[in-house]
Nanobody, 126 residues
Framework: QVQLVESGGGSVQPGGSLRLSCVTS????????IAWFRQVPGKEREVISC???????THSDSVKGRFTIARDNAEKTLYLQMNNLKPEDTAVYSC????????????????????WGQGTQVTVSS
């Protein structure tokens, strides 16, 4: 059974940092790109970062320069390091894996992704 489980969310002041984790199971992580998404109630889900099997990454303009994404295939875990957080980063963050076929050396924020986790809440407020 494919599972992606996010953790690491919480409340932080503007300018603060958080590191989210996405623990995967039920598939071979090294064969997939993974993306991080976020969603605010009443708005569409936004894809913000992705990481290819070879660890090449892409970020949306809204988080570029502040967020980094990493993967540890041995631990079957993905990470999203979020720095210089802003109130507009408040959302539920979730991860999902790419739909095959998968390019090994690049990922796209517009590619189809499947199997989202349940999400973890991030709140940025003073």
């Amino acid at each position: 059974q494919v599972q992606l489980v996010e953790s690491g969310g919480g409340s932080v002041q503007p300018g603060g940092s958080l590191r989210l984790s996405c623990v995967t199971s039920g598939f071979r992580l090294e064969h997939y790109a993974i993306a991080w998404f976020r969603q605010v109630p009443g708005k569409e889900r936004e894809v913000i970062s992705c990481i290819a099997p070879n660890s090449a990454s892409t970020h949306s303009d809204s988080v570029k320069g502040r967020f980094t994404i990493a993967r540890d295939n041995a631990e079957k875990t993905l990470y999203l390091q979020m720095n210089n957080l802003k109130p507009e980063d408040t959302a539920v963050y979730s991860c999902a894996r790419s739909r095959p076929p998968v390019a090994l050396s690049a990922c796209s924020l517009t590619s189809p992704y499947i199997d989202w986790g349940q999400g973890t809440q991030v709140t940025v407020s003073s």
